[in-house]
């Protein structure tokens, strides 16, 4: 059973920093894509990053510039780099790993909350 645990959240000013952590019980080389996504009160789970294995990284539009997905097989992790965060980033944000014809594995999520 692979399993996804996040960790890194927590309360933040608006133009600070901080990073979340996805550790994987599999070996993340074997997923195809591993990603972050985030769900705000009332809003539905949107995409914030995805990292493809063969290096092709997908960023939404609201994120650009400002958040960096990275990944280290050797740990089985991966990583998401927030800076210059603002309050409406506020959401708890889940970590998936994606085999393409199978069913995706989530996290159970870490909440990110940015005060203004």
């Known amino acids: 059973q692979v399993q996804l645990v996040e960790s890194g959240g927590g309360l933040v000013q608006a133009g600070g920093s901080l990073r979340l952590s996805c550790a994987i019980s599999?070996?993340?080389?074997?997923?195809?894509?591993m990603g972050w996504y985030r769900q705000a009160p009332g809003k539905q789970r949107e995409l914030v990053a995805n990292?493809?294995?063969?290096?092709?990284?997908n960023y939404a539009d609201s994120v650009k510039g400002r958040f960096t997905i990275s990944r280290d097989n050797a740990k089985n992790s991966v990583y998401l780099q927030m800076n210059s965060l603002k309050p409406e980033d506020t959401a708890v944000y889940y970590c998936?790993?994606?085999?393409?014809?199978?069913?995706?594995?989530w996290g159970q999520g870490t909440q990110v909350t940015v005060s203004s």
């Open positions: 599999g070996r993340i080389s074997s997923f195809n894509v």
């Open positions: 998936r790993a994606l085999d393409y014809g199978r069913d995706p594995y």
């Open positions: 990292m493809h294995t063969l290096g092709l990284i």
